[in-house]
């Protein structure tokens, strides 16, 4: 039994991620965790799998981390991922594909939870809904037995969704100590720590998961985004209203031919 920092959804936001791994140090979390997608988007995706490798952090591979090491394709990405992608393609150095590409898939915690990064079969699919939720569950059982706690990345959002003994589904609200049945099984989001895809103001959102209490704690955390956006917008990791229109009819040519 521990306390576990959940983190996720990093994508190069190297402000975010110590301002994150800082937030955390007040708890003293035994472990630390990631659920993927350590690159993409921003311009520090090489400092941020450094710093997860310096820390400790044992983490999962995301859909960014495996089409930033080309073992998956851009035809699931929206025009600004694939943007910021390509370009991460080509800026990584050997030592982080290499450290990408040792990434496990999934990653069990202790005897009853787990991390994925998207659905438990596809590392692509966003779950935003309970009809995610019952189809997610059914693989959870069949492939994974025995984990009730599942804690998943990709769709940028803190959520809690939990699943009755009868298979009913209700979402519990995702701010702050949220108690765990252990008779139940839960799909715990732990949030993003980057949040160039949302309004302001933005924050880093992350999780501790205390497995002797059964507890979730969802935190918010400030950091610098205005440095973040200005590195990425140099760096080139922002996509102009012209490529992206160049973008949006490549993908209509193609997919008439």
Not at 64 to 79: A, K, P, Q, T, V
Request: net charge neutral; aromatic share 8%.
């Amino acid at each position: 039994m521990a306390l576990y920092g959940i983190i996720g959804d990093i994508h190069g936001n190297r402000e975010a991620l110590i301002a994150a791994l800082a937030a955390l140090e007040a708890y003293d979390p035994e472990r630390l965790l990631c659920t993927g997608d350590i690159i993409g988007y921003n311009a520090d995706s090489d400092e941020c799998a450094a710093i997860l490798r310096k820390r400790g952090v044992v983490s999962i591979a995301g859909n960014h981390d495996l089409i930033g090491i080309g073992l998956l394709g851009f035809e699931r990405c929206s025009n600004k991922a694939m943007h910021a992608l390509k370009r991460t393609r080509r800026s990584l150095l050997s030592g982080t594909v290499e450290y990408l590409g040792s990434l496990p898939g999934s990653l069990p915690v202790e005897d009853r939870a787990v991390l994925i990064h998207g659905g438990v079969r596809d590392v692509q699919q966003y779950m935003t809904g309970s009809h995610h939720i019952a189809e997610n569950v059914a693989y959870l059982r069949a492939d994974l037995p025995g984990r009730k706690i599942c804690f998943y990345g990709h769709v940028h959002q803190q959520r809690v969704f939990e699943i009755g003994q009868g298979g009913d589904i209700r979402e519990l609200p995702a701010n702050g100590i949220v108690r765990l049945d252990p008779d139940r099984e839960y799909f715990i989001n732990a949030g993003s720590l980057d949040a160039s895809r949302k309004p302001q103001p933005r924050f880093a959102e992350l999780a501790l998961f205390d497995s002797s209490l059964l507890t979730v704690e969802f935190l918010r955390v400030s950091y610098d985004d205005a440095l973040t956006e200005a590195k990425a917008l140099m760096a080139g990791y922002r996509i102009g209203r012209w490529r992206d229109r160049y973008y949006s009819l490549r993908r209509k040519l193609l997919g008439r031919s």
